[in-house]
């Protein structure tokens, strides 16, 4: 099955987070599956192009790279939906068009918010089924947090409301496949789930080492929704309840501001500076080490798609602490090891426990490498792959009312001149030369 993958998630801040990892993994296992992947890039966003590419082709073994050039200004929340927008939009469908795929898949659907990417949806060229990959719709479900300008609010609507393009929706877990369900009124959606590399899984679980402190984990980024904050104020509460020394590290990608305000926090509540460790964004090849050293993990968000660091650090054979919250609950699959996200009482209770009970945080470990066994990118990419091929199965490779190759490059050229005047001739004749779409480095 040849499949065209929309790989600008990888252009933007999306591939530090788990957008980036979680698509990059799940991508690699369609590739061990035998499935005939392209992937284009957007190459009106030049930043680190030729990087990325380099760890896709490195990543992904028989990937084929392709550029197309949008045209878009600037993010959907800034511009809303201005004719170039629109005119890339066109682009991108010709481009798929072109390449002709047994299917097409748009790996991250809402990269256009705040930055000049277009999301690939399912436009009159592209004749095959189109598909979405949904992690969550959290700024639906939590607007005062990340829609707090009527522009953020029409633009994201206009991004919910273009889902409806497509014919089929793969979301990351069931939680998320509910949430599609409920929102869009979809039907054709599949649980993928989510993986984890068999280097992962610990052999052993590491004894803790009594002098130290307790060293406990959170890694993620610290917007609203992560609900980092907790953490802090049920370690206060360990210190008032006479719990042993410890260390709480932050590692993710976040703003200095997001940083300062944890800090403010950590002042505010007493807590010493050596208790909280803000140690910023990690390398992917020192994940597996940085969990690895951890008495705990502690995943505390009030909503996740699907809860990736949960199952990594269960993987890697440390203790999990996660909030009963979103698919948390389906990722670790034990009530001992869930927490109300709103009560921090009740994480520095659970938390005391681990501390003072070795039982206790041998049998979460154990737990978690044997659940963390039962998650594989493999069986990920096959129920993607059934259910792709089972729409493409139903779906005519024709149109139902064929417009020639010649009037579509007529109607795109008409869109294009139409913004002439904005262009420089070299966009404008990189932009036309489309028609004939290029691999990678070329174009």
Known sequence: MKLWLDGQCFQSS???????RYALAWIRAL?????????????????????IEDALLRDVPGLEIRHWHGIAEAGLAFTGATERRRVSERVLDLHVGMIAPDAAICLSPFEAMSHPFVPFRPGPAFARPGFAIIYDFIPHRMPDDYLRTAKDREAYGALVAGLRAFDG??????FAAEETRAIL????VTNLSAGIAPDWLAGTIRPRQPASPFTILYVGALDPRKNVGVCLDALQRVRQQGGPAFRFEVHGAYSPGEGEALLSQARRLGLAEEELVLAGSFRDEDLVSIYRRADLVIQPSLMEGFGLTA???MASGVPVLAA???ALPEVVGLDEALFDPRDPEDLAGRILALMRDPDLRERLARHGLARAADFTWARSAREG?????GIAARKPATKPAPVSQQAEEDALFEAVVAEAETLSRGS???LLALNAPKGAGSG
């Open 385 to 389: 792959l059934a259910a792709i091929g």
């Open 31 to 51: 590739a061990g599956e035998g499935a005939e992947l392209v992937l284009s890039l957007n190459a009106a966003v030049p930043d680190d192009l030729e990087a």
């Open 185 to 188: 009124g979809a039907e054709a």
């Open 14 to 20: 999306s591939r530090r987070r788990g957008i980036g």
């Open 324 to 326: 009963r919250a979103g």
């Open 169 to 174: 929706f793969l979301a990351i877990s069931a």
């Open 311 to 313: 199952l990594e650090a």
């Open 428 to 430: 404008l004749s990189r």
